[in-house]
């Protein structure tokens, strides 16, 4: 399967201490050689490693903003995680700094957001999915199902992201009234994650995507805030409700849709935990589960600056500031689905998400089977402490690594101790054997 993953390893950075192992949710990450290797088919573009890592080895490739300058015509999709970055109370500010920066134009993915909700509390009372649904908002999370919950793709909601529907009424609109061709629009998400820009590369559930690429929020936080030091006259430019900006921490979507039915979880390992209990069939009576891959939402991923509980608190006060102006908010949000004549059946994937099988020992069930036997068979010779010293995540990938090929038992520290005392008892048994017409230690 196609995964053009973002996530990059600095070699030169990188000590190969073995942390980034530790943490990785799909197991995508071994050492060898003292440099850590990431499995391009394993790699969901989580950012857990980028957190973890304590030499900055691994970074997220985005665009940078001189890239927008190839359009003829620009436009920021601001991520509602940007608003949270910077200590101001008046989004316009912000938006209008983005102009500053050289866009000719912004379109609010909280406002894409709002319109995403529109059609997820359709498709809940279709009852076209199974039960827990789970939001696709987190391209992440998305991937992670992929990889390792096969079985839950068909719970997943098979409606674009606020991003991808940003970009493409952003589009649309400016085609319409300004009359400029699609090619000649460049739209640029503002974003505050790696699995974006992946989305962007490989989409998930369409054939291609509406976003002409992602720059980091931290790679314009610095010019953002010297822009707002000489704003003066504000245009107002904002059309996002509190519920949309909402969408930035963990549970604004859920809040959004107005249920009660629901979960919401963040990080990554959080995730994990939440959807082995879906697969089990311990969560039935749940119509909803958000998941987020980073802590706290998107307000927590590793291209953010702000600490994510500072950030998380300015979604909450800038989403309550908004609250007395959602059904002028809300007035919006449908003159852009009519004027655009959306439907749910317009915003759903156009193709299937697929199964990842990178787990998978063998694609032949019966040479499948054998493999697991002999995996099997190592692990029971392991010692079982997932020290992770060999370079492997645990014993059980080690014994994985070794029937793929891609690794030897003696790998391990602890056989590789039993395999250099045996040799070194039985080089004194030989010594002892020597003929007579040699020297002999005896003597």
């Known amino acids: 399967m196609k995964n053009l993953h973002s996530i990059m390893l600095d070699k030169d950075k990188c000590k190969g201490c073995t942390n980034c192992i530790k943490r990785c949710p799909t197991e995508a990450i071994r050492v060898r050689n003292s440099k850590?290797?990431?499995?391009?088919?394993?790699?969901?573009?989580?950012?857990?490693?980028?957190?973890?890592?304590?030499?900055?080895?691994?970074?997220?490739?985005?665009?940078?903003?001189?890239?927008?300058?190839?359009?003829?015509?620009k436009i920021a999709l601001p991520a509602p995680s940007f608003y949270a970055q910077f200590e101001v109370d008046d989004v316009n500010k912000l938006l209008y700094a983005l102009l500053e920066l050289g866009f000719d134009d912004v379109f609010e993915v909280a406002k894409a957001a709002e319109i995403v909700t529109h059609f997820t509390k359709q498709f809940i009372l279709s009852e076209k999915n199974k039960k827990p649904i789970i939001s696709s908002a987190c391209p992440a999370v998305v991937r992670l199902i992929q990889t390792k919950f096969s079985d839950l793709i068909e719970n997943i909601l098979p409606i674009a992201s606020p991003m991808e529907?940003?970009?493409?009424?952003?589009?649309?609109?400016?085609?319409?009234?300004?009359?400029?061709?699609?090619?000649?629009?460049g739209v640029f998400f503002i974003s505050p994650c790696a699995?974006?820009?992946?989305?962007?590369?490989?989409?998930?559930?369409?054939?291609?995507?509406?976003?002409?690429?992602?720059?980091?929020?931290?790679?314009?936080?610095?010019?953002?805030?010297?822009?707002?030091?000489?704003?003066?006259?504000?245009?107002h430019l904002s059309i996002a409700s509190g519920k949309g900006i909402g969408w930035a921490a963990s549970g604004g979507e859920s809040l959004a849709l107005e249920i009660e039915e629901y979960v919401n979880v963040d990080g990554i390992h959080n995730v994990v935990k939440v959807l082995e209990e879906i697969e089990n069939g311990r969560l039935k009576d749940i119509v909803y589960f958000e998941g987020l891959a980073c802590s706290g939402g998107c307000v927590g991923g590793p291209l953010t600056v702000e600490n994510p509980y500072v950030a998380k608190n300015r979604i909450k006060r800038l989403s309550s500031k908004l609250k007395d102006k959602e059904e002028s908010f809300s007035s919006w949000t449908e003159e852009i689905i009519n004027s655009f004549s959306l439907k749910l059946e317009d915003v759903l994937f156009e193709k299937e998400l697929e199964t990842n099988p990178v787990l998978e020992l063998d694609s032949d069930i019966e040479r499948a089977m054998e493999k697991f036997e002999k995996l099997n068979n190592i692990l029971s010779m392991l010692p079982g402490l997932d020290c992770g010293a060999c370079g492997s995540p645990t014993c059980k990938t080690l014994a994985?690594?070794?029937?793929?090929?891609?690794?030897?038992?003696?790998?391990?520290?602890f056989i590789l101790r039993e395999s250099i005392k045996e040799l070194a008892n039985k080089m004194v048994e030989l010594s002892n054997k020597l003929p007579p017409s040699l020297e002999r230690n005896d003597e």
């Open 36 to 73: 850590a290797r990431i499995i391009d088919q394993r790699c969901i573009d989580c950012g857990e490693c980028i957190r973890t890592c304590p030499y900055h080895a691994k970074y997220a490739v985005t665009n940078s903003l001189e890239e927008i300058r190839k359009f003829e015509y």
């Open 165 to 185: 529907v940003a970009a493409y009424i952003a589009k649309k609109m400016i085609q319409k009234e300004k009359g400029i061709e699609e090619g000649k629009i």
């Open 400 to 413: 994985e690594d070794i029937v793929r090929g891609f690794a030897n038992d003696t790998d391990c520290i």
């Open 195 to 235: 699995a974006k820009m992946t989305y962007v590369n490989s989409p998930l559930g369409f054939k291609r995507s509406y976003v002409d690429g992602v720059i980091a929020i931290k790679d314009v936080y610095g010019l953002v805030r010297s822009k707002l030091r000489e704003i003066r006259d504000v245009k």
